[in-house]
């Protein structure tokens, strides 16, 4: 009797990691993937990876649309990740903030990142390991609830972060300048002989 082994996943951020950054955006016409990321995405499909998107969403708290409208978000990226043979587990958001203007989602949260429990949660509803996972996103909030959760993360610094707030759970395990990058680095985990120009390290995060 063979015991199932819980899969490793690639955890992306949505906005400016894997899709282009519209603000409080969920027409799903405008919802395109970054430059470079459908290289990416054949990477991780061969190498065996599953994807999964992990995603702030105040824009329900604010009332710029509502939870219903991130349906159509998840059936557009399934749809751009479909031709491309990923298998795409879902979009895992957090629709709350503290400051919000709709008294429903105006809360703290343990799912709004930096904090992890949009992972956790993942964890426990499709099997993963988090600790062969790993966590990619453009800011360093990102990159801290990755590090909670336990996953490997890697910094895309591709002008997303730009206050550069240090802390214990920042410290990417690499960073790299976009998502084929990230891909690249991930697949050939753990690096052999260094990185070369794949990866490089970050004066900013010192």
């Known amino acids: 009797m063979s015991i199932a082994i819980p899969a490793p996943v690639v955890f992306l951020d949505k906005d400016g990691t894997l899709i282009t950054n519209v603000p409080y955006n969920v027409d799903p016409e405008q919802i395109t993937l970054v430059s470079g990321a459908e290289d990416a995405l054949v990477m991780l499909r061969t190498a065996g990876f599953d994807v999964a998107v992990v995603s702030n969403q105040p824009g329900v708290a604010f009332g710029q649309f509502s939870e219903n409208a991130l349906d ?22 957090c629709p709350h903030h503290p400051h919000g203007s709709v008294s429903r989602y105006a809360v703290e949260c343990n799912c709004r990142k930096p904090r ?14 988090l600790s062969r996972s790993w966590m990619v996103g453009d800011i360093l909030d990102d990159v801290e609830a990755g590090e909670r959760a336990g996953c490997r993360t890697i910094l895309v610094d591709a002008g997303g972060e730009t206050e ?9 395990d690499l960073v790299v300048s976009n998502l084929a990058a990230a891909a690249r680095a991930i697949v050939t985990w753990p690096p052999a002989g260094g990185w070369g120009t794949a990866a ?3 004066e900013r995060l010192a």
């Open 116 to 129: 992890c429990g949009l992972l956790m949660r993942a964890r426990l509803e499709l099997d993963v390991d």
């Open 200 to 202: 490089v390290p970050n």
């Open 164 to 172: 550069w707030v240090g802390g214990p759970f920042r410290h990417p």
């Open 72 to 93: 159509a978000v998840q059936h557009r990226i399934a749809e751009l990740l479909a031709p491309l043979g990923v298998r795409f587990r879902g979009l895992y958001y």
